[in-house]
Protein backbone atom coordinates (compact mmCIF):
# COMPACT_ATOMS: atom_id res chain seq x y z
CA UNK A 1 0.00 0.00 0.00
CA UNK A 2 1.08 3.38 -0.52
CA UNK A 3 0.25 4.40 3.45
CA UNK A 4 2.22 3.45 6.72
CA UNK A 5 1.00 0.75 7.73
CA UNK A 6 0.90 -0.88 11.52
CA UNK A 7 0.23 -4.39 13.10
CA UNK A 8 -1.56 -5.26 14.79
CA UNK A 9 -4.37 -2.70 14.97
CA UNK A 10 -5.07 -3.74 18.61
CA UNK A 11 -2.96 -5.62 21.59
CA UNK A 12 -4.25 -7.13 24.75
CA UNK A 13 -1.63 -8.62 26.64
CA UNK A 14 -1.22 -9.54 30.64
CA UNK A 15 1.03 -7.43 33.11
CA UNK A 16 4.61 -9.08 32.53
CA UNK A 17 4.10 -10.34 29.03
CA UNK A 18 6.12 -9.49 25.77
CA UNK A 19 4.97 -7.47 23.04
CA UNK A 20 6.41 -6.58 19.49
CA UNK A 21 4.60 -3.30 17.66
CA UNK A 22 5.37 -3.48 14.02
CA UNK A 23 5.58 -0.89 11.65
CA UNK A 24 5.92 -0.59 7.55
CA UNK A 25 7.10 2.75 6.58
CA UNK A 26 6.64 3.82 3.06
CA UNK A 27 9.11 2.29 0.75
CA UNK A 28 11.99 4.56 -0.02
CA UNK A 29 11.31 6.26 3.45
CA UNK A 30 14.99 7.47 4.99
CA UNK A 31 13.59 8.78 9.05
CA UNK A 32 11.44 6.53 11.18
CA UNK A 33 9.92 7.61 14.54
CA UNK A 34 8.10 5.83 16.75
CA UNK A 35 5.15 7.80 19.14
CA UNK A 36 3.42 7.26 21.75
CA UNK A 37 -0.28 8.65 22.56
CA UNK A 38 -1.99 8.84 25.82
CA UNK A 39 -5.65 8.55 25.82
CA UNK A 40 -6.39 12.76 25.21
CA UNK A 41 -3.34 13.73 24.67
CA UNK A 42 -0.81 14.45 21.97
CA UNK A 43 1.67 11.90 20.90
CA UNK A 44 5.38 11.74 22.86
CA UNK A 45 8.33 10.66 20.49
CA UNK A 46 9.78 7.77 21.57
CA UNK A 47 12.35 7.41 19.18
CA UNK A 48 14.08 7.70 15.60
CA UNK A 49 16.16 6.14 13.14
CA UNK A 50 17.70 7.19 10.11
CA UNK A 51 17.78 4.15 7.46
CA UNK A 52 18.90 1.36 9.78
CA UNK A 53 20.64 3.29 12.72
CA UNK A 54 18.85 4.45 15.87
CA UNK A 55 19.73 8.34 16.29
CA UNK A 56 17.85 9.51 19.45
CA UNK A 57 16.10 6.74 21.90
CA UNK A 58 15.60 9.71 24.36
CA UNK A 59 12.23 9.29 24.52
CA UNK A 60 12.02 5.84 25.53
CA UNK A 61 10.65 5.72 29.20
CA UNK A 62 12.56 2.63 30.39
CA UNK A 63 14.65 -0.02 29.51
CA UNK A 64 12.20 -2.36 29.00
CA UNK A 65 11.24 -0.66 25.18
CA UNK A 66 13.22 -1.99 22.59
CA UNK A 67 12.87 -0.74 18.72
CA UNK A 68 15.26 -2.02 15.81
CA UNK A 69 15.59 -1.28 12.06
CA UNK A 70 17.60 -3.55 11.01
CA UNK A 71 17.30 -3.78 7.27
CA UNK A 72 16.27 0.12 7.09
CA UNK A 73 12.64 -0.30 6.32
CA UNK A 74 10.40 -2.73 8.73
CA UNK A 75 10.70 -1.57 12.75
CA UNK A 76 9.48 -3.27 15.21
CA UNK A 77 8.82 -1.71 18.71
CA UNK A 78 9.71 -4.02 21.72
CA UNK A 79 7.95 -4.06 25.16
CA UNK A 80 9.54 -6.10 27.68
CA UNK A 81 7.87 -6.63 31.09
CA UNK A 82 4.79 -4.85 30.51
CA UNK A 83 3.41 -2.53 32.97
CA UNK A 84 -0.36 -0.99 32.65
CA UNK A 85 0.96 2.80 32.75
CA UNK A 86 2.06 1.19 29.10
CA UNK A 87 -1.42 1.09 27.81
CA UNK A 88 -1.38 3.75 25.34
CA UNK A 89 -1.81 4.31 21.58
CA UNK A 90 1.75 3.32 19.37
CA UNK A 91 2.16 5.53 16.27
CA UNK A 92 5.00 5.29 13.47
CA UNK A 93 6.06 7.65 11.13
CA UNK A 94 8.00 7.83 8.35
CA UNK A 95 9.56 10.61 6.49
CA UNK A 96 11.37 10.88 3.17
CA UNK A 97 14.35 12.79 4.16
CA UNK A 98 16.63 12.58 7.03
CA UNK A 99 15.66 14.67 10.07
CA UNK A 100 18.12 17.01 9.66
CA UNK A 101 16.85 17.80 6.22
CA UNK A 102 13.66 18.82 7.28
CA UNK A 103 12.05 21.46 4.84
CA UNK A 104 8.02 21.34 4.10
CA UNK A 105 8.49 17.39 4.07
CA UNK A 106 5.67 16.24 6.92
CA UNK A 107 5.85 12.82 8.77
CA UNK A 108 3.35 10.28 7.46
CA UNK A 109 1.78 8.75 10.52
CA UNK A 110 0.09 4.90 10.67
CA UNK A 111 -3.29 4.41 12.30
CA UNK A 112 -1.82 3.16 15.12
CA UNK A 113 -1.59 -0.03 17.11
CA UNK A 114 -3.97 -0.11 20.48
CA UNK A 115 -2.15 -1.34 23.29
CA UNK A 116 -4.09 -2.70 26.20
CA UNK A 117 -2.27 -4.50 29.15
CA UNK A 118 -4.56 -5.99 31.97
CA UNK B 1 12.40 22.10 28.01
CA UNK B 2 10.43 22.29 24.63
CA UNK B 3 6.78 22.56 25.38
CA UNK B 4 3.96 23.20 23.39
CA UNK B 5 0.51 23.98 24.38
CA UNK B 6 -2.87 24.20 22.80
CA UNK B 7 -6.19 26.06 23.43
CA UNK B 8 -9.16 25.11 24.11
CA UNK B 9 -9.26 21.84 25.18
CA UNK B 10 -12.18 21.48 23.30
CA UNK B 11 -14.74 23.58 21.09
CA UNK B 12 -18.17 23.17 20.29
CA UNK B 13 -19.46 25.21 17.09
CA UNK B 14 -22.55 25.63 15.04
CA UNK B 15 -21.73 24.89 11.26
CA UNK B 16 -20.81 28.35 9.65
CA UNK B 17 -19.74 29.68 12.84
CA UNK B 18 -15.87 30.62 12.52
CA UNK B 19 -13.23 30.38 15.23
CA UNK B 20 -9.62 30.41 16.03
CA UNK B 21 -7.28 27.16 17.57
CA UNK B 22 -4.50 28.10 19.33
CA UNK B 23 -0.98 26.78 20.04
CA UNK B 24 1.97 28.42 22.00
CA UNK B 25 5.26 26.90 22.49
CA UNK B 26 8.81 26.95 23.79
CA UNK B 27 11.09 25.48 21.39
CA UNK B 28 14.81 26.23 21.40
CA UNK B 29 15.74 26.45 17.65
CA UNK B 30 12.45 26.07 15.95
CA UNK B 31 13.32 24.83 12.57
CA UNK B 32 9.48 24.40 12.17
CA UNK B 33 5.29 24.40 13.59
CA UNK B 34 3.15 21.52 11.86
CA UNK B 35 -0.65 21.34 12.08
CA UNK B 36 -2.11 17.90 12.34
CA UNK B 37 -5.65 16.87 12.07
CA UNK B 38 -6.54 13.82 14.19
CA UNK B 39 -9.39 11.80 13.80
CA UNK B 40 -10.85 8.67 16.27
CA UNK B 41 -8.80 5.68 15.62
CA UNK B 42 -6.75 7.27 13.10
CA UNK B 43 -3.16 8.38 12.66
CA UNK B 44 -2.28 12.26 12.82
CA UNK B 45 -2.97 13.89 9.29
CA UNK B 46 -0.51 16.37 8.39
CA UNK B 47 -2.22 19.50 7.10
CA UNK B 48 0.84 22.65 7.54
CA UNK B 49 4.09 23.80 8.15
CA UNK B 50 5.22 27.29 9.10
CA UNK B 51 8.83 27.97 8.81
CA UNK B 52 8.77 31.84 10.21
CA UNK B 53 7.06 34.52 11.73
CA UNK B 54 4.84 35.69 9.71
CA UNK B 55 3.76 33.35 7.38
CA UNK B 56 0.44 32.12 6.58
CA UNK B 57 -0.73 29.10 4.83
CA UNK B 58 -4.16 28.11 3.68
CA UNK B 59 -5.82 25.14 2.50
CA UNK B 60 -9.57 25.28 2.10
CA UNK B 61 -11.72 26.16 5.15
CA UNK B 62 -7.93 26.22 7.53
CA UNK B 63 -5.53 29.15 7.54
CA UNK B 64 -2.69 28.50 10.02
CA UNK B 65 -0.44 31.82 11.08
CA UNK B 66 2.45 31.98 13.19
CA UNK B 67 4.09 34.49 15.44
CA UNK B 68 7.54 33.97 17.55
CA UNK B 69 5.37 32.46 20.10
CA UNK B 70 1.98 31.13 18.94
CA UNK B 71 0.57 29.80 15.63
CA UNK B 72 -3.04 29.96 15.17
CA UNK B 73 -5.40 27.90 13.27
CA UNK B 74 -8.50 29.94 11.93
CA UNK B 75 -11.40 27.68 10.53
CA UNK B 76 -13.86 29.67 8.20
CA UNK B 77 -17.53 28.70 8.33
CA UNK B 78 -16.71 25.28 9.50
CA UNK B 79 -18.52 22.03 8.33
CA UNK B 80 -20.13 19.27 10.84
CA UNK B 81 -17.24 17.02 8.58
CA UNK B 82 -13.87 19.43 9.86
CA UNK B 83 -14.70 17.29 13.27
CA UNK B 84 -11.74 15.50 14.78
CA UNK B 85 -8.68 16.52 16.77
CA UNK B 86 -6.10 19.13 15.71
CA UNK B 87 -2.69 18.85 17.23
CA UNK B 88 0.32 21.19 16.60
CA UNK B 89 3.81 20.01 16.90
CA UNK B 90 6.85 22.02 16.93
CA UNK B 91 10.15 20.81 15.91
CA UNK B 92 13.36 21.76 17.43
CA UNK B 93 15.84 19.04 18.40
CA UNK B 94 12.57 16.68 18.12
CA UNK B 95 8.71 16.80 17.12
CA UNK B 96 7.24 17.70 20.38
CA UNK B 97 3.62 17.77 19.80
CA UNK B 98 0.70 19.67 22.05
CA UNK B 99 -2.43 17.97 23.48
CA UNK B 100 -4.25 18.85 20.98
CA UNK B 101 -8.69 20.85 20.39
CA UNK B 102 -11.06 18.31 20.01
CA UNK B 103 -13.23 20.39 17.57
CA UNK B 104 -16.59 19.78 17.18
CA UNK B 105 -18.72 20.72 14.45
CA UNK B 106 -22.85 20.46 14.77
CA UNK B 107 -24.82 21.15 11.97
Known amino acids: GAGVSQSPRYKVAKRGQDVALRCDPISGHVSLFWYQQALGQGPEFLTY????????KSGLPSDRFFAERPEGSVSTLKIQRTQQEDSAVYLC????????????????FGDGTRLSIL | EDQVTQSPEALRLQEGESSSLNCSYTVSGLRGLFWYRQDPGKGPEFLFTLYSAGEEKEKERLKATLTKKESFLHITAPKPEDSATYLCAAYGQNFVFGPGTRLSVLP
Open chain 1, 49 to 56: FQNEAQLD
Open chain 1, 93 to 108: ASSYLRKTEYSNQPQH
